[in-house]
């Protein structure tokens, strides 16, 4: 038996239980691992809230690491012992132990620690296809990014600026601004006090840039719209305000020929060919010190509620993790 959290409905964080569970053997393609720490995001909200459907009763988070304690039939890639790291689907991970699938986990490098990698996998990876793969940031480029003081944020902001890119990101609190000019950002906008399209404008020169991403939603996403230039591109990852507006594809032609993408963890993750080179890009950044994982928040993992209401009353800033 090991504890666990679990919800049995949908709704505020108070649905969360933290309960009593069996685990029972791994099955094929399967491994219980022991998890040292696990990663707290906002995606957890979506599937807490019911935003994002999953069966219930179930599990709750989709990041963690810690130590492989046994492996069922048909693992290759990792054995009993080996420090691991993971994100993504199934959801499960706010617990002491847990039976998996083995095929997103990746071996973790002594470099990095728990802490580390349960912080890292899912907003790490995250960053690593976004300026990557969803737009491939170019020395020079000017990109606006939103909630730039948020955990993706964070490991975003030291990442273009190691690619050699401008960064103008938004906060919601001169405290976040000040978070986000420590780490490098160049251009910090309060988007609650200011016009954000024309403090981009006024920046760019009347330009806009050629990649915005937007993991606020509703209540930016339009106007993000408007930062891009002719032909660049818009990327939506999430939706913190709710999900964005329905979009008449014809807006994106009167405002320049623009391009939209909706990309998502899971699609990455899921594909080994994909996840193997993206999290040794990940570890050789924060591994030569060009991106640093700190951890701004620590919470037992009993304690997932009130993580929730902080996370949602957007209280954190940076990295959290939620301690077995």
């Excluded at 989709?62 to 009993?80: F, N």
């Excluded at 601004?177 to 780490?183: L, P, V």
């Excluded at 009347?206 to 002719?230: E, N, R």
């Amino acid at each position: 038996m090991v504890k666990a959290i679990r919800v049995t409905e949908t709704g505020a964080p108070e649905v969360m239980k933290w309960v009593d569970v069996e685990l029972g053997e791994p099955g094929p393609g399967e491994v219980l691992i022991r998890h040292h720490a696990c990663g707290l995001n906002y995606i957890d909200v979506y599937f807490r809230s019911g935003y994002y459907a999953q069966p219930l009763p179930g599990g709750i988070g989709m990041e963690g690491a810690g130590v492989i304690e046994k492996v069922g039939p048909d693992v290759t890639h990792v054995k009993v012992g080996d420090r691991v790291a993971y994100a993504g689907r199934p959801t499960g991970a706010y617990a002491e132990a847990r039976i998996m699938p083995a095929d997103i986990l990746v071996k973790l490098p002594d470099s990095i620690s728990f802490e580390q990698g349960a912080a890292m996998m899912l907003q790490g990876l995250t960053v690593q296809y976004l300026l990557n793969d969803s737009y491939k940031v170019q020395k020079g480029d000017t990109v606006l990014f939103h909630a730039i003081a948020g955990g993706v944020g964070l490991i975003a902001c030291q990442w273009l600026k190691a690619i050699g890119a401008t960064v103008i990101g938004t906060v919601g609190s001169p405290e976040k601004a000040e978070i986000a000019k420590a780490y490098g950002c160049d251009h910090v906008i309060l988007y609650r006090e200011e016009d954000f399209v024309k403090r981009v404008k006024d920046i760019t020169n009347g330009k806009g840039v050629p990649v915005a991403y937007d993991a606020v939603g509703k209540d930016t996403f339009m106007q993000t719209l408007d930062c891009v230039s002719p032909r660049g591109m818009a990327v939506s990852f999430g939706g913190a305000s709710g999900s964005p507006p329905l979009l008449d594809l014809g807006i994106l032609a009167s405002k320049g020929s623009l391009k939209v993408t909706r990309p998502t963890v899971s699609t990455y993750v899921l594909n080994r060919s994909l996840l193997e080179p993206m999290a040794a890009d990940l570890f050789d950044k924060v591994s030569s010190g060009k991106v640093k994982i700190e951890i701004k928040q620590r919470y037992a993992l009993k304690d997932a509620v009130q993580a929730h209401r902080d996370l949602e009353g957007r209280k954190t800033t940076g990295s959290t993790i939620l301690l077995p």
